[in-house]
């Protein structure tokens, strides 16, 4: 009883700011571990400044093409010199022989001087294909009009790039690509792709909303798909690869 006495007093002190309290606060440090977080630990990946991550897939690194296939199964065509891939007008698509899902994709690409004759499409045309199915456009777009949602950067014939990041023929351009692919629930599409381009370190797609397979004629469609090869295309043009290196995420 006596000690019920003695807790009111130093609850109505309490009240009146003349009693410490009973317990004590929580510090900002104990309030701030409630929200931290420690596993997973993310796995360590060195990136060295002139050569991909630790983690990466090299598809192409300067020497031989055992990561590729020509797009029907055989041999690639294509020309490897002095650690450069370049495409053998006529040969045909190669593709990797690896599927992928999600991506992170570093390429490095070149067109040479453009003759006299060529303009717009016909221009050193190429393309880079994720899931064999989605085309990010390559194509000298240096001073070089055509449509818009067909020059460098575009996702071929479906988003404009933001920018013309082009470096002028002759010089090595690099693609960044950041591939979230698409989700089927049978036949049917959970959910799409999405892509975000970096050409020469500038921004030209910003999570891009794919919408379906692209075409050079007709609307895109989806058809449900699962992990599937990186496609080169052979536009019958002698474009150049070097560095080619992906990360699945």
Known sequence: MKNKSILSICSAALLAGLCPPLYAAETPAQQAAKTEVWEPEPKIVTAP???????????????DLQQWESVNGGPVNWTVQNGVL???????????????????????????????????????????????????????????????????????????????????????QTYDILFTAPRFDGKKLQSPGYITVLHNGVVVQHHTKIQGKTEWIGPPSYEAHGCAPLQLQDHGNKVSFRNIWVREL
């Open 49 to 63: 400044e002139d050569a991909p991550p630790s983690d990466a897939i090299l598809l192409f690194a300067g020497t």
């Open 86 to 172: 370049t495409v053998k007008p006529g040969s045909g698509d190669i593709k990797t022989k690896a599927g992928f899902c999600d991506i992170q994709l570093h390429l490095e690409w070149q067109v040479p001087q453009p003759s006299e004759e060529m303009d717009g499409q016909q221009q050193n045309n190429s393309g880079v294909f994720l899931q064999q199915r989605y085309e990010i456009q390559i194509l000298d777009s240096y001073q070089n009009r055509t449509y818009s949602n067909g020059q460098a950067g575009a996702l071929y014939k479906q988003a404009i790039p933001l920018v013309n990041a082009m470096r002028a023929p002759g010089q090595w």
